[in-house]
């Protein structure tokens, strides 16, 4: 049973930063690619960045230029790291490693974004 276990979500203004971390159990990350999904309220969860085995990085359209996904070297933990945060970006960012059909989930971390 691959366990993942987010922090880093809190409350912050428009155009602040947080740093999202995903510790993954059984070096989970040395063997799948991983990510960090969003879910906003009445929406579907959605991709917001993933880290390949390869390294390759892959974005939402909507995060771009503003958030950056990273791993360790050990490949026990993925980052995320989010700049220049809008209101847009509030939701729950779970963890994921495998992709978006894996079973693999963290429970989730929420982020707000509000004045």
């Known amino acids: 049973q691959v366990q993942l276990v987010e922090s880093g979500g809190g409350l912050v203004q428009p155009g602040g930063s947080l740093r999202l971390s995903c510790v993954g159990s059984?070096?989970?990350?040395?063997?799948?690619?991983g990510g960090w999904y969003r879910q906003a309220p009445g929406s579907q969860r959605e991709l917001v960045a993933s880290?390949?085995?390869?390294?390759?990085?892959i974005y939402g359209d909507s995060v771009k230029g503003r958030f950056t996904v990273s791993r360790d070297n050990a490949k026990t933990t993925v980052y995320l790291q989010m700049n220049s945060l809008k209101p847009e970006d509030t939701g729950v960012y779970y963890c994921?490693?495998?992709?978006?059909?894996?079973?693999?989930w963290g429970q989730g971390t929420q982020v707000t974004v509000s004045s």
């Open positions: 059984g070096n989970i990350f040395s063997i799948r690619s």
């Open positions: 880290i390949l085995l390869s390294g390759t990085t």
């Open positions: 994921n490693a495998g992709g978006s059909q894996s079973a693999n």
